[in-house]
């Protein structure tokens, strides 16, 4: 089986592949202070609790956004799962041609997530991804990635906004009613939540134009995707997995 691994500035998503099907699924907490026993053991845990050993595991992928830790992940993979990890990174093999002026700088997430977005929904397609930042990518119709754009993440332009601010309370991530509201709250969670939606109709909007391509695909993952999708008709498919699934098809072209 094998062990995928997406190492965010957030949250580590983890999933077990039988083949092509996803067998389980897992969230861990990215910790820059944890060691390799520590990751190891709740890894262990979660494996034993699902009913599954860690011996099963016969590869590793990851694609890390953390660089910081992945001396770490590299150990505990090691030490726990007996195989050394494949990283998402310079001389891995793709399936798409990075039209990126330094391909290097692309983030590991942002190739896996065209990976999965160009083999899943065809192209040409876009990507949005919702997590700590919000990154936009587009895959054209001959499968090239050619750029996108990355913008603050919601979670971190509302905190930005309340710890700039002296009166401003902390709030939820709640989609209001309306965008007319009447509370100091929802005031805010309707700036943050419906500017995001603006900026999502017209980023895709003017990616398209740029494309000339008017029926692009628009696939969205991340955390609070669903939140966003429900008020836009910009986008066409929630995936909450596409970068875990972009992470099994990068390893499946480059196990031999």
Known sequence: M?????????????ALYNGADMAHYWRVSTNRNYSSDEYGTILDGM?????????????????????????????MCRDYFGHEPLFVGPGIKTGINILYENPRDLGSDRICNAVAAYTHYGTPCIFIDFGTATSFGVVDAKGCFLGGCICPGMKLASEALV?????????????????????TVSNLQAGVLYGYVGQVNYIVERMKAEMNEPNTQVVAT???????????????????????????????????
């Open 2 to 14: 094998l062990l995928v691994m997406d190492i965010g500035n957030s949250s580590i998503k983890v």
């Open 47 to 75: 494996f034993r609790h699902a009913g599954h050993s860690p011996s099963m595991v016969e590869g590793v992928m990851v694609s890390s956004v953390v660089p910081t830790i992945n001396f770490t992940i590299d150990h």
């Open 222 to 256: 991340g955390g609070l995707s669903r939140l966003i999708a429900t008020r836009t008709q910009a986008i066409d498919h929630l995936d909450g997995l596409l970068t875990l699934k972009g992470l099994r098809i990068i390893y499946d072209k480059n196990r031999g």
């Open 163 to 183: 710890s700039g601010t002296s009166k401003l309370p902390h709030f939820e991530l709640v989609m209001p009613d309306s965008v007319i509201a009447k509370t």
